[in-house]
């Protein structure tokens, strides 16, 4: 390293941290985000040269785990060998507090991937995979979908399906959610804690088949004008009934009325899954179509891009 430099654990961020990972990162994690750890390379003035940074502890096939979230060096510190040295440190870490793996789940189009997984690479980390798939569009293009679909939401709503928004959920909601994620039957992974902050009320809702909890949709606000949906889940035995395309639909359509319908959302699903088939041969041809909203006429063309989301482990 070109430069002395200390190196420690924090459980609360600094100020100095704040342009070293993801504005909604920091967000949270500022926000007293409960068990994330960064740990930061300082330099012999006090500023910070780098920070990795690391979520919640995850359980997963029965192996427990923490996320990569960000790894970031300061600019004037790069090629120093600070990222390695960061991200080694998190090894010792994390491994030192039982666990068994980290992972890092990033965007491919993140400016900075070369760098990252050249870093993830020479720590002897596995390959990384894809593992996720993306669809962002402008939440105005969701319009040119109603016309089609009104009859699968007019069979759905008679059937008993409904939504309801987060900020609206009662106690005895929330305890519903909270006892069907604690039965061991809904993948960690898929449990609705593992994925909400603080915005997470104004852009999340729960799917009922009548009284009976159905499933969940979480957003999460990401900017000014982005709202990410990085969970959507129905439970087993309402699957294939169409409720994740309706409420897919609803999420969208209420963040027209928060954001406007020139704001963005980004869906997630598995590469090759269903949802995905859906996606490429359903969703994407109605990005170019037209609606209405509330009597107004609604020019639904936006852009979109897709993309896949990419998974590194290293067990320790």
Not at 174 to 197: K, L, N
Request: a positive charge; glycine letters at 10%.
């Amino acid at each position: 390293m070109k430069e002395p430099l200390t190196f420690e654990v924090m459980e609360r961020p600094e100020v100095g941290c704040r342009s070293l990972t993801y504005p909604r990162f920091w967000s949270f994690w500022s926000c007293g985000g409960s068990g994330w750890l960064g740990i930061m390379a300082r330099r012999v003035d006090g500023r910070p040269a780098g920070l990795a940074l690391l979520g919640t502890i995850h359980a997963h096939n029965g192996k427990t785990s923490r996320r990569l979230l960000s790894l970031a060096v300061d600019r004037s510190s790069r090629n120093a060998g600070i990222g390695r040295a960061l991200l080694r440190l998190a090894e010792t870490v994390v491994r030192r507090d039982g666990l068994e793996e980290m992972f890092a789940l990033y965007s491919g189009h993140m400016t900075s991937r070369n760098a990252f997984e050249s870093v993830l690479a020479a720590c002897a980390w596995e390959a990384p995979r894809a593992s996720e798939y993306m669809l962002k569009c402008e939440v105005k293009c969701a319009f040119g979908a109603l016309d089609e679909w009104s009859f699968l939401l007019e069979r759905l709503k008679r059937g008993g399906f409904r939504t309801v928004s987060w900020q609206d959920l009662s106690t005895t909601d929330h305890r519903a959610i909270a006892e069907t994620s604690a039965t061991g039957r809904v993948h960690s992974d898929w449990q609705p804690g593992a994925h909400t902050d603080q915005t997470s009320a104004d852009f999340s809702l729960a799917m009922y088949h009548d009284k009976e909890i159905a499933g969940w949709i979480v957003g999460c606000r990401s900017s000014e004008t982005q709202v990410h949906y990085p969970l959507g889940y129905t439970l087993p035995r309402f699957q294939r009934r169409g409720y994740l395309i309706a409420g897919m639909l609803e999420s969208c359509l209420r963040q027209v009325e928060k954001l406007g319908g020139d704001s963005v959302a980004a869906h997630w699903t598995l590469p090759g899954s269903a949802m995905h088939r859906f996606m490429e041969t359903r969703l994407v041809p109605h990005l170019r179509g037209q609606g209405d909203l509330k009597g107004r006429s609604m020019n639904a063309t936006g852009s979109s891009t897709t993309g896949v989301r990419y998974l590194a482990l290293k067990r320790l």
